[in-house]
């Protein structure tokens, strides 16, 4: 019998409790014993709740209990969880955690203390909600040289251009739907602006470097600005329009940046609809393999955190290795960045658009009219902006993937 | 540093070394331990080739050096794979193999042998080629209750499908360009008809029903009936036709089945073209997952075999255990499953169409002509079997997804 504690029950804390109570039999093959929780950390009670008799209010409890083995940190945001999660692994008990904010701030400094302990910190449900995709590239394709992530992280965003481009509806009132049905935030900035993908290339990009990438070296745009005649023109060039978290290696610079692309639709994920989550790896050897699946939710978020706790049961006594030294990673700026990029400017612009930009591929779409679009030759960022800036009637761009 | 041996330097077993030689680094990383070849296996010499020195012809210096602790079979075929792997979990060393012939005659029969012996039987690269499908659903997602396993499991008759959808081409002429190119085999049989995907979707069922699923018991067809007409009605009904390999647990019963599909557009396996592979996975708590890569090539195949590999240096001493007992699984007749069917027919079949199949939507194709085609209301397999052997002029039929 394994036991853990629950710190935070909320929608994840509370999942997990569900996950591990209605597929108990199905945990206990799977970390080959039972799993318990024996404590919930929470600053409320839960009357009538099946675990309400679990509730303890001191963390104190908690990581002075020596029977606890692990410790499921579902609460969200920096601190406390962060004083938590550096108590529990001082204590010698593992950490797994849904908590993306904690571990973009500080996941690599936690995996060492994790190591120096030797306990785990693992952190599946930070990245992609249900899909295992983390636990994968550690375990499974660890051995590639990783050249590229590319991810749609999050679901809110994926949610809303899908519906601007299946109903040809505008920004705000597809985001106005989406706070209706809880798939948006009332305060939708995190999503909207792109800071939560930007958490989630960061751990994944810190991943694939080895090292340790900061959220806030990732050149993070947003969807706020892409309109339904935007999805009239990708709909010419044959593209989806994706909000994108990737990183890349490319001539010995690495690059990670978070914005809305223009992707071929012949690309997977091109196709990824709705509330999905997607991230396609590139490896040396294998190519390209994508994880697919539900990016948040309850119950996959939580089936994600319980994956952990398994790996943890299976591995007692032993830390669980990542490579992700908590040493800054060089992040290029993406200046350097070289594609082509879409332009949209007023029909005057022609020439201007000819003049800056040289051999552009005109994009004609009759459903739009007083605009003259292209798509640039390939070029830095550097230079485009440059260019864009000097644009006559410039009214918006779109990079191409 | 591990030694390990290759059974069989064709093209899976050289890339085994390819992968091992390029990414050393990596591999060293990811095992926690140097990886290294002492043997190679085959009846042919290599002169010139970097590890000609290795090559043996006699697999008992193999299996009676103690320093050899894992073997990768590489051999493909039922002997003499089958007999060289038993030997070799019985002298205490792990086996990872690419061989799905073997894995679904076989599997949990070496699963068992090998927990015997304290060692492991993995087989990563048998299914989906270098797709991370096989550890994950043991290490990530075995704690789920699965209910339904379906996937694209034979890049060659994806390859087709895709070609003769893009292209408007029919059957033979694709087929005879895809073995041009090297993408079909000579003989294709195996992939045309189904029976290499109905290896791996033995091997799937077997781990999700957690028994041994024998290939001879599942429902296999193959794509040599599918027209250009076809694919005209599929874009019609916004549906992708595809060969699907699946099964799925439903009222107590175990279905599995091959046979080609019509898939809606916004599913995700709808979208998986060319010689791609993946495979969608559905949880109780997770919902869909969906794993998606190369299944076939030299280099994404030896990197999932090398995946295996690392996974028994990390665990060296301890059997990496498979839910996957050496029992029979009852699998249902597909007579009792349910579903929608795509029917064509003469027009003059209209009237005893809709006598025999009762509430039927018709599907108006204005490239198609002189026919009658319709959807069919939800029924049995055999129900339809029944209908369709009635109906007057049946021309063909597919199944909705």
Known sequence: ??????????????????????????????????????????????????????????????????????????MGGIEPAFTFSKKALESGKSVCTSNKELVAAHGPELVELAKKNNVSYLFEASVGGGIPVLRSMNDSIRHERLDSITGILNGTTNYILTKMDQEGADFDSVLKVAQDKGYAERNPEADIEG???????????????????????IYTEGITKITGEDFEYARELHMAIKLLGSCKREDGKFFAMVAPFLIPFDEALANVNGVFNAINVHGNMLGDVMY????????????AVVADVIDIVRHKGKHIDWNMKNVPAEVASINDDVRNFFVRCDAAGESSARELFGDIKEVVCSKVNGEFAFVSPEMSERDFAEKFEKLSGAKGYLRLL
Chains 1, 2 share one sequence.
């Open 1 to 74: 019998m394994t036991k853990i504690a629950v710190l935070g029950y909320g929608t994840v804390g509370s999942g997990v409790a569900e996950v591990l109570d209605v597929n108990a039999e199905h945990v206990e093959d799977s970390a080959g014993d039972k799993v318990e929780i024996k404590y919930i950390l929470d600053l409320r009670d839960f009357p009538g709740d099946k675990h309400e008799d679990k509730v303890i209010h001191d963390f104190e409890v908690i990581v002075s209990d020596p029977e606890v083995e692990v410790i499921c940190e579902t």
């Open 195 to 217: 800071h939560d993908a930007c958490r989630k290339t960061a751990i994944l990009a810190s991943i694939m470097s080895g090292q340790f990438v900061k959220h806030e070296d």
């Open 292 to 303: 697919y699946g539900k990016g948040a939710g309850k119950k996959a978020t939580a089936s």
